[in-house]
């Protein structure tokens, strides 16, 4: 059986006004008494009613098409009722931003050391700390006599070894590097200001002045650290020699910082 506002609308439809149901309908509203009482006698009914004459119409008019009136499924008793189907309006597809993928954590080993009025961030080209007779070691003296610095640096710190962690949740990508180098040297040169501080190998150029291999041999300024100069690696300039030549035409320019 169909509800009762739904059998008024199919009734509406078939332009029903009256009707009574055969038997007792489930869900439907009491029947009105005075649908029951038969049709009162019209006495105009009775009074011949004269023809009225249809206006002409022009034989070259066309008549005009019959009105197609929408078939009206009439529910039969015991029928169950169709469903109707509601007509949605799918959503317009939402574009989906592709996920970020985190960055793989870099991997470096920095040391800070000190030589007179400059501090050093150089990179330690094994991961160890330097040696007395490693190659890299003696040729970073060789620098520092040749820029007017002791060459027996002091050591500032343990080394700065990237990742932190081996394991964890913890963000080690590049972001997070550049501000725990910075964060670190930051501390050291408050506790002891140097007048330059050099940035020696490409990790110390990348994570403490925020530059890259572009930056060789040039004076960077960077917010929290100050004048900073950025130098080749050491293993990169016992691979290359010819890059000594560049390195003493800018130290040339830049030592005029410490030895003022």
Not at 163 to 170: H, K
Not at 195 to 210: D, K, N, Q, Y
Not at 227 to 251: D, F
Request: hydrophobic residues 45%; aromatic residues 6%; charged residues 25%.
């Amino acid at each position: 059986m169909i509800p009762e506002l739904r059998r008024r609308a199919y009734l509406g439809a078939m332009q029903v006004a009256s009707w009574l149901p055969r038997t007792v309908l489930p869900f439907a509203a009491p029947s009105r008494p005075e649908l029951l009482e038969p049709p009162q006698a019209d006495a105009a009914a009775d009074t011949p009613v004269e023809p009225v004459a249809a206006p002409a119409v022009a034989r070259d008019t066309a008549p005009a098409p019959p009105v197609e009136r929408p078939k009206i499924e009439v529910p039969r008793p015991g029928a169950q009722p169709r469903q109707v189907a509601a007509v949605v309006e799918e959503p317009a597809p939402v574009e989906e931003k592709p996920a970020r993928v985190a960055a793989p954590p870099p991997r470096f080993a920095l040391q800070l050391l000190r030589a007179g009025d400059c501090a050093l961030l150089v990179e330690l080209p094994t991961g160890q700390p330097f040696q007395s007779r490693d190659p890299a070691y003696i040729l970073l003296k060789d620098l520092l006599r040749a820029a007017g610095l002791p060459d027996s640096p002091q050591l500032l710190g343990e080394p700065v070894r990237w990742p932190l962690l081996v394991r964890g949740n913890l963000d080690q990508g590049p972001e997070a590097a550049l501000e725990f180098v910075q964060s670190f040297v930051a501390a050291r040169l408050e506790e002891q200001p140097s007048t330059c501080l050099w940035l020696v190998g490409l990790p110390a150029i990348r994570f403490a002045g925020e530059g890259d291999e572009h930056s060789y041999n040039r004076e960077l300024q960077v917010d929290g650290l100050g004048a900073c100069w950025a130098l080749p690696g050491l293993e990169l300039l016992m691979e290359e020699p010819a890059r000594k030549r560049e390195l003493w035409q800018a130290m040339q320019r830049v030592r005029q910082r410490w030895l003022a």
